[in-house]
């Protein structure tokens, strides 16, 4: 059971306009405030700049008007670090799921992520951040024929635990070979599987998930539009 003062945001992909909503519901979960301010942790520190400048441009219109960017590819300061869990949002950021995994056990982040979102702090992630937040990455590696490379090595595939469902971003419904590997995913899967497409993602406000966006549910073999 999730605790009753969860308060999450998991972006499937897309641009400004088309996450729009997913915006909008992100910045009235913060409230209305004077000063609003987000952490953006990238995957990795290689190019991250021109991203992080994107996300302030982006969530600027929002009404954000502090940033912090918190690398963890790179050694991980004590301001940086109190900067980064004093935040009203902490933005996890797409790219290669295993890497991202990695540094983020490896520096210790992980379990802090963890206690700020159980503790009522508003975790959100794009793309692989939207996975690192369920139970566990498997889904990084599917299907063979669209997934990240484990480069890293990584074995223990286990992440924040947050959510009670798998997820799959940047989803095409018209994609047949695609929707066919997910519902054979789902035979195995002990959780059922939300497939996003590009616009669309989750909001988990209080304990309680509100879909937005176009969605699809695998399990047991099928899938189900919602």
């Known amino acids: 059971m999730k605790p009753k003062n969860l308060n999450l945001v998991l972006y499937s992909g897309g641009q400004t306009q088309s996450n729009k909503k997913l915006h909008g519901?992100?910045?009235?979960?913060?409230?209305?405030?004077?000063?609003k301010s987000l952490t953006y942790i990238p995957y990795c520190y290689e190019g991250c700049e021109v991203y992080f400048n994107r996300a302030k441009k982006r969530y600027s219109r929002f009404g954000f008007n502090q940033f912090h960017c918190a690398p963890v590819d790179r050694p991980m300061t004590k301001p940086v670090l109190e900067k980064m869990l004093s935040s009203d949002v902490i933005y996890l950021a797409?790219?290669?799921?295993f890497y991202f995994l990695y540094h983020l056990k490896k520096s210790g982040v992980l379990p802090k992520l963890k206690n700020y979102a159980l503790s009522g702090g508003l975790l959100t992630g794009l793309s692989a951040g939207a996975i690192i937040m369920t139970p566990h990455i498997g889904l990084a590696s599917y299907p063979s024929f669209d997934c990240d490379d484990?480069?890293?090595?990584?074995?223990?595939?286990?992440?924040?635990?947050?959510?009670?469902?798998?997820?799959?971003?940047?989803?095409?419904?018209?994609?047949?070979?695609?929707?066919?590997?997910?519902k054979k995913y789902s035979l195995k899967a002990k959780k059922n599987i939300l497939a996003s497409h590009d616009g669309g993602g989750v909001v988990v406000e209080n304990g309680n998930n509100h879909l937005l966006g176009q969605n699809t549910l695998f399990a047991q073999g099928q899938c189900y539009s919602l």
């Open 25 to 35: 519901a992100l910045s009235d979960l913060v409230g209305v405030q004077s000063k």
């Open 94 to 97: 797409g790219g290669n799921t």
């Open 150 to 182: 484990n480069e890293v090595g990584l074995k223990k595939l286990n992440s924040l635990n947050l959510v009670n469902f798998e997820f799959f971003p940047h989803y095409n419904s018209t994609h047949t070979r695609l929707k066919n590997s997910l």
